[in-house]
């Protein structure tokens, strides 16, 4: 299917057609762990952002979601096992160092 040119506006008539959208405009959506919309970055846990060109077209659309879930076969978080697994990496770095040291 192609893309469709016109105008970017209503088809109804009587309803004003959109502002022209700034070159280089973002328009920002987040909505926090409830669903509702918010205004804080560090509230949302998904949202949208929408980049325009200088003709007033999308040029980018970007959508992110944060989630949290557990790894069930772990018995420990997340955090905890990745910080094991940094301190094994680097007792091996540090005996491999030793062996080629002597």
Do not use: C, H, N
């Not at 003709?55 to 992110?64: D, N």
């Not at 094994?88 to 030793?98: E, K």
């Amino acid at each position: 299917m192609g893309r469709v040119k016109g105008e970017r506006g209503s088809r109804q008539s009587g309803l004003p057609a959109p502002a022209p959208v700034p070159a280089g405009a973002r328009a920002v959506s987040y909505t926090d762990a409830e669903g509702s919309p918010t205004d804080d970055p560090a509230a949302a846990v998904r949202g949208e952002m929408i980049e325009y060109d200088a003709g007033g077209e999308v040029r980018r659309r970007t959508r992110f979601f944060l989630s949290e879930d557990e790894i069930s076969w772990l018995p420990v978080s997340e955090a905890a096992f990745l910080l094991w697994v940094l301190v094994a990496l680097v007792l091996v770095w540090a005996v491999i160092g030793l062996i080629l040291l002597t």
